[in-house]
């Protein structure tokens, strides 16, 4: 069964302390990986699109990675505003469904100033 | 500027009522998209479009359904069979099925 799992489901950090979302992935052929970021009350925006394993993609303080089994978001020196919720998306590339994605739960981040 | 619109932001729903939740984007995009958002959980596909008057049923369309009579508008009903509707509704688009989502800001529905 073709499953997102996220992890930890939420994570404290004090302003400037670097971290990194998790995000594993069991899905039969890879299409497309996606990372989203969440603020409360509002819909997800679209951060980043992973295609293979081995690649990368930046913004700002935000970088994705890919590998076979899991992708990891990291977080280098946040600041308070970037505290939200991150999701995880995968879209397989054999469905039933032809483009379904799924989603993870998504990882809580709160940075202190 | 380009985007998805979803309306109201509220909708409290009595028993027995049939809602129905409003989703326009002029992004231009051909496939759209509901999904049903629960506290500690991922988000849920119930129906998807990928052309005009086409749509297929996602994981969770029981008590749900759609419409897709212009490329801008996929209007998502919210029927009395549906027995615990009270969640957030996201509408999105995307402008190919490998490429990011574009979501709307959400509709947060309340069984009264």
């Known amino acids: 069964e073709d499953q997102v799992t996220q992890s930890p489901e939420a994570l404290r950090l004090q302003e400037g302390e670097s971290s990194s979302l998790n995000c594993s992935y069991t899905v039969s052929g890879l299409r497309g990986l996606f990372w989203y970021r969440q603020d409360p009350g509002k819909g997800p925006e679209f951060l980043f699109t992973l295609y293979s394993a081995g690649e990368e993609k930046e913004k700002e303080r935000l970088k994705a990675t890919l590998t076979k089994k899991e992708s990891f978001l990291h977080i280098t020196a946040p600041k308070p505003e970037d505290s939200a919720t991150y999701l995880c998306a995968v879209q397989p590339s054999k469905s039933s469904l032809g483009f379904k994605t799924i989603f993870g739960a998504g990882t809580r981040l709160f940075v202190k100033a | 500027d380009g985007g998805i619109t979803q309306s109201p932001k509220y909708l409290f729903r009595k028993e027995g009522q049939n809602v129905t939740l409003s989703c326009e984007q002029n992004l231009n995009h051909d496939a759209m998209y509901w999904y049903r958002q629960d506290p500690g959980q991922g988000l849920r596909l119930i129906y998807y479009s990928q052309i005009v008057n086409d749509f297929q049923k996602g994981d969770i369309a029981e008590g749900y359904s759609v419409s897709r009579e212009k490329k801008e508008s996929f209007p998502l009903t919210v029927t009395s069979a549906q027995k615990n509707p009270t969640a957030f509704y996201l509408c999105?688009?995307?402008?190919?099925?490998?490429?990011?989502?574009?979501f709307g800001s959400g509709t947060r529905l309340t069984v009264v």
């Open positions: 999105a688009s995307s402008a190919r099925a490998n490429y990011g989502y574009t």
